[in-house]
């Protein structure tokens, strides 16, 4: 039995990241003692085991969205304080492994004195994606772990290519129902934050292009963030109102996808595109642009979904008509969907990741 840390700045946000940590920590629990530490109290989003231990550093690390330079201020000002409290933290808890899941934690679990053979990281974005301090930190850092696992193609490659192991393991799906969409809703969906990185303002630009909305169809966007209330006069100033909806997370978004018939992502860049898997397991045909890295490890242009090249507006506007009104198609789509999926299932990725671990640590 190993005692693990599991590191990450909140487990409060409702986004990829966070679901697919919870389900790391699950993976783990049943033959190892766990270890949650994180930057807040907030509760977790998803659900953790009750008998994991969680313990938390009270550091301000929230950042201000719309200036670049504030936020660059704020995190080299907060990494010094943070690290001195994860080294006392250490000296109590005195781990064997600890886990973290972006860049600036690592750098901080490294600076509070932990060894890189130690550390487990798992990426949640494309490299592509990394300003140049995160890629640094990559460099630096990332050829010494003992064990990295990556969830795309194409950054796996990439890495192996630039002489950094790793092991290419998927995101794995907590959501796989009994019973899945019908696909006679007229509702088309997106989940993921409300950020510039997810172009949702480029998304209203391609609803509004389509014209489903004037045969019906209406958009709910699920989601919080800073961009929250540009989006909304957004909406308002293009005559959307009554076709489109925000609405906060929730716990229960199975029921929203089964509740939907289209899933829309627009993402700048992904790096797996949880919330894809997830759709398509509830048998929903997803859109989303050819963008770097996950969607194209997910969608098969044609078969279980739509994805366009990156750049493509009106293609992205065109296949969403076309879904939208070829029921025969849609539900072509979805059935091959729901098939696809399950090479995501939560019990295939959690034999995959123990499998690593086990080769790695024990």
């Given at each position: 039995m190993k005692k693990i840390i599991f590191y990450f700045n909140s487990m409060a946000p409702a986004g990829g990241i966070e679901r697919v940590i919870a389900s790391h920590i699950t993976f783990l629990n049943d033959a190892h003692e766990i270890i949650l530490i994180t930057k807040d109290d907030e509760p977790s989003f998803y659900s953790l085991p009750d008998n994991i231990r969680i313990y938390s550093l009270l550091t301000d690390f929230k950042l201000n969205m719309n200036s670049r330079w504030q936020r660059v201020a704020k995190i080299l000002a907060s990494t010094l304080g943070t690290c001195l409290a994860l080294r006392k933290q250490f000296k109590i808890t005195t781990p064997d492994i600890v886990y973290v899941a972006s860049p600036l934690n690592l750098l901080?679990?490294?600076?509070?004195?932990?060894n890189c053979e130690n550390i487990i990281v798992t990426e949640h974005s494309s490299f592509s994606a990394y300003n140049l301090i995160y890629k640094?930190?990559?460099?630096?850092?990332?050829?010494?772990l003992g064990l990295l696992m990556v969830p795309t193609k194409l950054d796996s490659n990439y890495y192996r290519k630039h002489g950094i192991a790793n092991?290419?393991?998927?995101?794995?799906?907590?959501?796989?129902?009994?019973?899945?969409?019908?696909?006679?809703?007229?509702?088309?969906?997106?989940?993921?934050?409300?950020?510039?990185?997810?172009?949702?303002?480029?998304?209203?630009?391609?609803?509004?292009?389509?014209g489903i909305h004037r045969l019906g169809?209406?958009?709910?966007?699920?989601?919080?963030?800073?961009?929250?209330?540009?989006?909304?006069?957004?909406?308002?100033?293009?005559?959307?109102?009554?076709?489109?909806?925000i609405e906060e997370p929730t716990p229960k978004i199975q029921d929203e996808f089964i509740a939907s018939s289209i899933f829309l992502l627009t993402s700048r860049a992904e790096g797996f595109g949880l919330v894809l898997a997830e759709a398509m397991a509830c048998g929903v045909p997803c859109i989303s642009?050819?963008?770097p890295s996950g969607p194209r490890d997910i969608i098969d242009d044609g078969k279980t979904g739509r994805l366009l090249q990156e750049g493509d507006i009106g293609g992205y506007a065109l296949a969403l008509r076309d879904i939208a009104t070829n029921s025969s198609l849609r539900v072509m789509l979805g059935l091959n969907a729901r098939l696809a999926a399950k090479k995501f299932h939560s019990e295939t990725i959690r034999i995959k990741f123990n499998n690593f671990f086990n080769q790695t640590f024990c």
């Open positions: 901080e679990v490294v600076l509070a004195g932990i640094t930190i990559i460099f630096l850092f990332y050829p010494r092991s290419y393991l998927p995101n794995p799906i907590t959501i796989f129902p009994d019973h899945i969409s019908n696909l006679s809703s007229k509702w088309a969906i997106c989940v993921g934050r409300l950020t510039d990185d997810k172009r949702h303002d480029l998304l209203l630009d391609i609803w509004d292009s389509s169809w209406k958009l709910k966007i699920i989601g919080k963030g800073e961009c929250e209330s540009n989006l909304k006069n957004k909406i308002n100033a293009m005559n959307l109102s009554d076709s489109v909806v642009f050819d963008c």
